[in-house]
């Protein structure tokens, strides 16, 4: 199925040309956003929590202490949504009304489940961390038997899916059309900087080329 | 007030040293993010849609389409949750358990308010255009009497609130310290790209200093 399904809930109902329900937008947009945010209610208040997710297939993956609110929370198995958004730039418009932000947004809506099993749970763990960096898993020690103890991963399909995007110029109104300001896009790009060794780390150690050539996919 | 008084919802359990509740350290991050996400609820379901959000004094601003879902159930006076979350880094550990993000995160809860005031409507949407561009706002077209009632302006207080910031190199453990992997930092930062004029702009209209030059605060 190349399309997920939309319901009453994943709908979008302003501005729809700027929604799609198509799994390879959604997948790509999950895949290059470092994070998401979380959102769940207790006790009728809501909380968005900003946390590390990985795509694996039709599913996303979420980790945390065992001891934290929100996983203690998520894993009763209550309604949670999961949103994922990548900034790309400014929009200049010529009225204050038509200025916008270019942006790729993924809302995920469902129950997660918390993962039991102990190869899922460790394959989880190795998408997060190469969700974030990329060939980094090969390098470094891998989880022992207390620290998965201490480690929840929840799993959460992808079924209630809808990805939002804004790309372009402004949308200025004709009547502005004759307006003497700048108007354009301002883009914006999330860029690594020169990578700070550890102060306890060895200095003939070498920095990997998947460090010093970092990009998103 | 210099600080924030910490409520059962919003003292950190989890890494308390990395909580604060300084008024200064808050604004700092809500004014630095681009957008926020929001968090509410209806019939049981989170929702977390990515907005654009501006503070002024102790009071966060949102506004949106009159029509749009987000608006309209927030607006009814519902308990919300406002995230930002600004990434400065990956965090590159010796052990998988140990890989971390740098960033800085605002959670702000309460109930939002609709705002009828007309002058104070305006200064909210003055604030928001100037939030994700400073100084534009005497360069455009103001909101006119129909554009002013197509949008809806909500004002949050805030006072149940906390920011959690990371920072620093990776905190492996002794066991680990002979790895002999590269740990350290990758910093990253949202660096603006050229400005990419809007196609039906006359070519000699010169591009703003405020975008040229254009920084966070």
Redesign the interface.
């Known amino acids: 199925m190349p399309r997920f399904t939309p319901t009453e809930?994943t709908t979008l109902?302003?501005r729809p040309q700027r929604g799609s329900y198509d799994r390879a937008v959604v997948a790509a947009i999950l895949d290059e956003a470092?994070?998401c945010?979380?959102?769940?209610?207790v006790d009728?208040?809501?909380?968005?929590?900003?946390t590390?997710h990985a795509r694996v297939g039709d599913h996303v993956y979420l980790h945390g202490?065992a001891?934290?609110?929100m996983l203690r929370s998520v894993r009763e198995g209550i309604?949670?949504?999961?949103?994922v958004?990548i900034?790309d730039?400014?929009v200049?418009?010529?009225?204050?009304?038509k200025?916008s932000?270019n942006?790729r947004?993924v809302?995920i809506?469902g129950t997660a489940t918390e993962v039991r099993d102990r190869a899922e749970k460790n394959d989880a763990?190795?998408a997060i961390?190469e969700h974030?960096?990329p060939q980094?898993?090969d390098?470094?020690?891998?989880?022992n038997e207390q620290?998965l103890k201490a480690?929840s991963v929840l799993r959460l399909p992808l079924e209630e899916v809808s990805a939002k995007i804004r790309t372009g110029?402004?949308l200025?109104l004709e009547e502005?059309?004759q307006?003497?300001?700048?108007?354009?896009?301002?883009?914006?790009?999330?860029?690594?900087?020169?990578?700070?060794?550890?102060?306890?780390?060895d200095a003939t150690?070498?920095?990997?080329s998947y460090?010093r050539e970092?990009r998103r996919p």
Chains 1, 2 share one sequence.
């Open positions: 809930r109902h302003r470092f994070f945010h979380v959102g769940f209610t009728g208040q809501p909380y968005v929590i900003p590390i202490s001891a934290s609110r309604p949670v949504c999961v949103t958004t900034l730039g400014i200049l418009a010529r009225s204050a009304f200025h932000l942006y947004s809302v809506l763990l190795k961390v974030v960096a980094r898993w390098d470094v020690r891998w989880p620290e480690t110029p402004p200025d502005d059309s307006a003497t300001c700048w108007a354009g896009e301002l883009p914006l790009r999330l860029v690594p900087q020169p990578p700070i060794a550890d102060p306890k780390l150690t070498p920095l990997p460090i970092y």
